[in-house]
């Protein structure tokens, strides 16, 4: 179960890439692709949002209540803060599509912060919780959650489920990239 949460923010990173040079060459003056920006906050909506961070809650949670004595992190107050920071990017990506005009600083400080709590949220993962949940859980540990995550999981529809036709345009893009 950790590493497919490894496995989702590698893949996380690789978008969160795409939107850093995206908002470079914005802020820079140049013009952007923002189908693409769309799609990538879309696909952190619909599959981290629904399935990633409600597993590592129920991860989390477990460990709180059967190997921790104190709550350490937040992860959910940190979860539902990057769910509002992509809905705000949302926003205003869906009035620059609808062809309202959205100042550029904005647009610029609305992609920063995304980017950056993004980043800071993985980092704090991987640095203080995923190396706790190693040590503390043992394997009948994780066939406990396994159960419990079950309803909450579901195929990554950008990079494991190839069939799944919603990122299309996405998969292409980050095809031609690479």
Not at 105 to 125: P, R, S
């Amino acid at each position: 179960m950790l590493n497919r949460l490894m496995y989702d923010h590698k893949h996380i990173a690789v978008l969160l890439n795409v939107l850093k040079k995206k908002q470079n060459k914005l802020a820079e003056g140049e013009a952007i692709n923002f189908s693409v920006v769309r799609d990538i906050v879309e696909y952190m909506q619909s599959y981290t949002e629904r399935s990633h961070h409600p597993v590592e809650d129920i991860i989390y949670g477990y460990y709180l209540a059967h190997k921790a004595n104190n709550e350490l992190h937040d992860l959910r107050l940190q979860h539902d803060v990057l769910i509002q920071a992509s809905a705000t990017l949302m926003n205003t990506l869906n009035l620059i599509l609808s062809d309202i005009v959205v100042a550029r600083g904005k647009l610029i400080n609305d992609f920063a912060e995304y980017i950056d709590l993004q980043e800071q949220h993985m980092l704090m993962e991987e640095r203080d919780i995923f190396p706790l949940l190693t040590q503390h859980l043992t394997e009948e540990d994780w066939q406990r959650i396994a159960k419990e995550c079950h309803s909450s999981l579901i195929d990554d529809p950008l990079f494991l489920d190839r069939e799944h036709r919603a990122f299309n345009d996405l998969r292409a893009y980050l095809d031609a990239a690479d």
